[in-house]
């Protein structure tokens, strides 16, 4: 019986567990060259690997810095959860718009690419470190909830083979939290959220982000790239023009359960997504 749980509820745990949590800013890894734009795969693979060191670093340095017998739970469980922010920057710095199948296609590998390379990184964490502790009690033991709980494709079962050998570091590794204060700070869409508007107020000014104005700049000629700007100040995008820039407000509601169910899927805990609906919905619209 839980007791207690993580605030936004990305991770469920009982009283004294603990998930240690960051995020990617996928964002950056859209490259602008002088002749394509391409989104860097290599480097991004990397920086999981990394990320997934860093945050058992951040358990291990938790654990060794605690004076009470609380937290044996997050010794047991060694719980971390890599989350994204920028995606749709991302798209749009691609020009990739959110309702499209390009977009959901890039979602798909994102949460691929998450799910795996954690886990292969929890795996040769484990071979140094050894494996969380209540990993003989798992789910990693049942080679079938591992198959459901993996693509059906070759890396994956390489990747299980090497679960059931040396064990995982990590019981949990992969989740999707809001980001909404630390995608504010990057100056980047939270999570995988589409914006709710491309006009920032600060201080009483409004301005576009600059992931955003870089991107129109390097897309469009100047003169249209002050037209954009100055209607997405506005909030009067031609979404019809720039299919792009469609926001949150605009877009139907089976294409935001279709990115839900991508996180939800690639997700060790739950992915957390704000479902944008009409001010006409009604009651059956809910149910179904």
Aim: charged letters at 25%.
């Amino acid at each position: 019986k839980y007791t207690c749980t993580a605030p936004c509820a990305e991770i469920a745990m009982a009283s004294n567990d603990a998930c240690h949590f960051s995020y990617i800013n996928l964002a950056k890894f859209v490259l602008l060259g002088e002749n394509e734009i391409r989104f860097d795969y290599e480097k991004l693979v990397d920086t999981i690997h990394t990320i997934t060191r860093f945050l058992d670093d951040i358990v291990e340095y938790s654990l060794e810095h605690s004076t009470q017998n609380k937290y044996e739970l997050v010794n047991q469980k060694r719980r971390i959860g890599i989350g994204i922010a920028g995606f749709s920057t991302a798209l749009i710095k691609m020009g990739i718009p959110y309702n499209s199948e390009q977009g959901l296609d890039f979602a798909k590998k994102i949460v691929e690419e998450l799910q795996f390379h954690s886990k292969l990184a929890s795996v040769q964490l484990a071979k140094r470190r050894g494996k969380f502790k209540a990993f003989d009690d798992s789910k990693y033991y049942d080679i079938k909830w591992l198959q459901q709980k993996f693509p059906n494709r070759e890396r994956f079962s390489l990747l299980i083979k090497a679960i059931l050998s040396h064990g995982l570091r990590n019981a949990t590794t992969v989740a999707f939290p809001p980001t909404g204060t630390s995608s504010q700070l990057a100056g980047v869409s939270a999570s995988f959220e589409p914006y709710i508007s491309f006009s920032i107020c600060h201080n009483g000014r409004y301005y576009v982000p600059r992931e955003l104005v870089e991107s129109i700049n390097y897309r469009y000629s100047k003169e249209e790239s002050g037209k954009i700007i100055a209607q997405l100040l506005r909030e009067e995008i031609n979404v019809r023009m720039y299919p792009e820039f469609i926001k949150a407000t605009e877009l139907d509601v089976n294409t935001q359960l279709q990115y839900t169910r991508i996180f939800q899927n690639g997700s060790d805990g739950s992915a957390s997504k704000t479902i944008n609906v009409p001010q006409t919905t009604n009651e059956n619209d809910i149910k179904k």
